[in-house]
Nanobody, 124 residues
């Protein structure tokens, strides 16, 4: 059974940094594009960042460009999201997703598999 397990969330002050990790198991990790999404209370889940299978292509939501960096380590079956200059508006549950198609991930913001999420709270 495919599992995506996020970690690294927590409480941080505005201007601070966090690094999220998502460890995948029971899937051929290098066959999948990986994405980060977030859902704030009362809002829909939004795309944050995506990375293709070998890390050579990345994409970001406008709201996080220049502050967040997505990366992956295929040897460790793990994708990361480095978040800098955090703002209270970044407060949300962050999810990782695995997509068999880069286009599906970036154009439809969809994924075949989802993690359970990790809470990020940014205080002002």
């Amino acid at each position: 059974q495919v599992q995506l397990v996020e970690s690294g969330g927590g409480l941080v002050q505005a201007g601070g940094s966090l690094t999220l990790s998502c460890a995948a198991s029971e899937l051929t990790f290098s066959n999948y594009a990986m994405g980060w999404f977030r859902q704030a209370p009362g809002k829909e889940r939004d795309f944050v960042a995506g990375i293709n299978w070998n890390g050579q292509n990345t994409g970001y939501a406008d709201s996080v460009k220049g502050r967040f960096t997505v990366s992956r380590d295929n040897a460790k079956n793990t994708v990361y999201l480095q978040m800098n200059s955090l703002k209270p508006d970044d407060t949300a549950v962050y999810y990782c997703g695995a997509s068999s198609s880069w286009g599906f991930l970036m154009n439809s913001q969809g994924a075949d598999y989802w993690g359970q999420g990790t809470q990020v709270t940014v205080s002002s």
